[in-house]
């Protein structure tokens, strides 16, 4: 990590990776980056790949739960762009589980 919060991994091609974000007292974040099916005229060029990992202070043992066991982000070789891409979809309805989960917690 830098000053600013950003870092840099260096991954080989054809395997998935999981990416661990941890901090005592906060929920624990983590992403899947599947790098298989890179075609060879790519491999080289580098990837940028901007995510938001803040960490929210762990106050809910169900949103606790659910992302120890589900990524908050799945990134993966979209041949149709021709580019990594994210699964947009999966992290929206993770999101709304969580936000779910949170308003539970705070019914009387």
């Given at each position: 990590f830098d000053a600013h919060g950003n870092y840099?991994?260096?991954m080989s091609f054809e395997n998935q990776y999981e990416i661990r974000f941890e901090s005592?007292?906060?929920?624990?974040?983590?992403?899947?980056?599947?790098?298989?099916g890179i075609?060879?005229?790519l491999?080289?060029?580098?990837?940028l790949m901007p995510t938001d990992m803040r960490?929210?202070?762990n106050?809910?043992?169900?949103?606790?739960?659910?992302?120890?066991?589900?990524?908050?982000?799945?990134?993966?070789?979209?041949?149709?762009?021709?580019?990594?891409?994210?699964?947009?979809?999966?992290t929206d309805s993770l999101k709304a589980v969580i936000k779910?989960?949170?308003?539970e917690s705070e019914l009387p």
């Open positions: 840099l991994v260096e005592p007292y906060h929920y624990t974040k983590f992403l899947k980056i599947d790098s298989r075609p060879d005229s491999i080289g060029l580098g990837y960490l929210a202070k106050e809910n043992e169900s949103v606790n739960d659910l992302l120890n066991q589900n990524p908050i982000g799945k990134a993966f070789m979209n041949a149709t762009i021709g580019d990594f891409d994210w699964d947009l979809e999966y779910e989960l949170e308003s």
